[in-house]
């Protein structure tokens, strides 16, 4: 008899996302007439950027002649696009990371889920609260939880983000060995000063934990003081992977493209002690699971770094940010509490009730979907989560409608 691995059996219903989707789903065909406006997963809404789509057209165009059409590629990515990345994305920032240690995916959703592979299962696990879905649920399922109780994973360390803390969590009181973090935060909107993260990075190596450093949102950070990588702060390349993507910087959701960066001298260790690079170790996972992106794939994310593609992305990203500023203004003049929105395209809003109650609420009255944010965890219980990505009329509309919604 075949058995099943009965980690999966401790996950809650599905996931997150999948979960709202089914309900407003089934709002819709309830309400056929009723137009919904869409400020729940963090979706992009417009189009690639021009740049993008001429360099896309002219690789398809590539794969359509003898001579430059292209079967596999390197599992980790062509050398154009990490040299791009290397100069662009960390060495101009004045970061140390080179080509080599990037590796090219189609997603950080995969490669935050995946990496995970690469760790002992009595690895203690510290994961922020409220927190991207993602890097819970995979350490459920590979079987580094007990059960579920109270809103929480047993043999987690939970690392709480609230408004005491300005949602950066503290450093954990017991001995951690992986961390994970997200700045700009998903789903806070929170960001990590420099100081802050160089205290992360300072445990990490005083313990010989390892960071995972979501920067997914990094594009979105308009104040100069902030780090955009954590490869800014000093020491981190022994202790830290760093998980990058174009799905928000260049709206590249539906097309997939993202890296992972593996500093050659990040390490961990076996049980006698030895020290193992993990740059060989995800090299070898990646290199076994994994195909590579499509060629034209990859030549669009190149044009994202030509002079057109850096300006095109930058209006992009900064049409999100006026929406966040409108949607940070309407929750003003409601008198709701809220972060988030500056630096990052999220606002986390303060509803003062059951988050899942208000969704509905949100849904039923204004025909807004927003994220619950008990949905993020414990803490995100009280709180909702609404997304910058639409157009700047849809968001207008949304804003009217909840205005008329929640007058108080
Ligand atoms: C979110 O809404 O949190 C994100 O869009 C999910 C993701 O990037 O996978």
Not at 66 to 87: D, H, K, N, W
């Amino acid at each position: 008899m075949l058995h099943i691995n009965e980690h999966y059996l401790k996950l809650q219903a599905s996931y997150l996302f999948s979960d709202i989707a089914r309900r407003v789903a089934a709002f819709q065909e309830k309400h056929p007439e009723r137009e919904i406006i869409k400020m729940g997963i963090g979706d992009v809404t417009n189009p690639l950027p021009p740049a993008c789509i001429t360099a896309f057209h002219a690789a398809i165009d590539e794969m359509a002649t003898t001579s430059g059409f292209r079967g596999y590629g390197p599992e980790q990515g062509y050398a154009f696009l990490r040299e791009v990345i290397a100069a662009n994305d960390f060495q101009a920032r004045g970061a140390d990371v080179s080509a080599d240690e990037i590796f090219i995916s189609d997603g950080a959703k995969c490669d935050t889920g995946n990496i995970q592979e690469l760790f002992a299962l009595d690895a203690r696990v510290a994961i922020p609260d409220p927190v991207y879905p993602v890097y819970l649920d995979t350490n459920v399922m590979a079987g580094r939880t007990g059960a579920f109780q109270d809103g929480r994973y047993q043999g987690l360390v939970y690392l709480d983000s609230t408004a005491k803390n300005g949602y950066v969590p503290s450093l954990p009181r017991e001995p951690v060995d992986l961390i994970y973090l997200c700045f700009p935060n998903n789903p806070t909107g929170s960001t990590i000063s420099k100081a802050q993260l160089q205290a992360w990075v300072d445990y990490a190596r005083e313990h010989k934990a390892l960071i995972l450093f979501d920067a997914a949102y990094e594009a979105f950070i308009r104040d100069n003081s902030l780090p955009h990588s954590i490869y800014e702060i000093e020491g981190a390349r022994q202790v830290a992977i760093e998980f990058r993507s174009f799905s928000k910087s260049a709206g590249f959701t539906g097309t997939r493209c993202a890296y992972t960066v593996v500093p050659k001298d990040c390490m961990a260790y076996d049980r006698s002690g030895t020290a193992h690079s993990l740059h060989a170790l995800w090299n070898r996972r990646h290199s076994t699971k994994f195909n590579g992106v499509s060629y034209p794939v990859q030549r669009a994310a190149e044009a994202v770094y030509s002079e057109q593609g850096k300006a095109e992305c930058k209006a992009l990203i900064d049409g999100y940010l006026d929406n966040a500023r409108l949607i940070s203004q309407a929750m003003a003049k409601l008198g709701y509490a809220h972060v988030g929105g500056d630096n990052a395209p999220y606002i986390w809003v303060q509803s003062e009730r059951d988050s899942w109650e208000f969704f509905d609420e949100l849904l039923e009255k204004a025909g807004v979907v927003c994220t619950p944010g008990a949905g993020f965890g414990r803490c995100g219980q009280g709180y909702i989560r609404l997304s910058a990505f639409n157009s700047t009329a849809n968001v207008e509309k949304a804003m009217e409608r909840l205005a008329t919604a929640l007058a108080k």
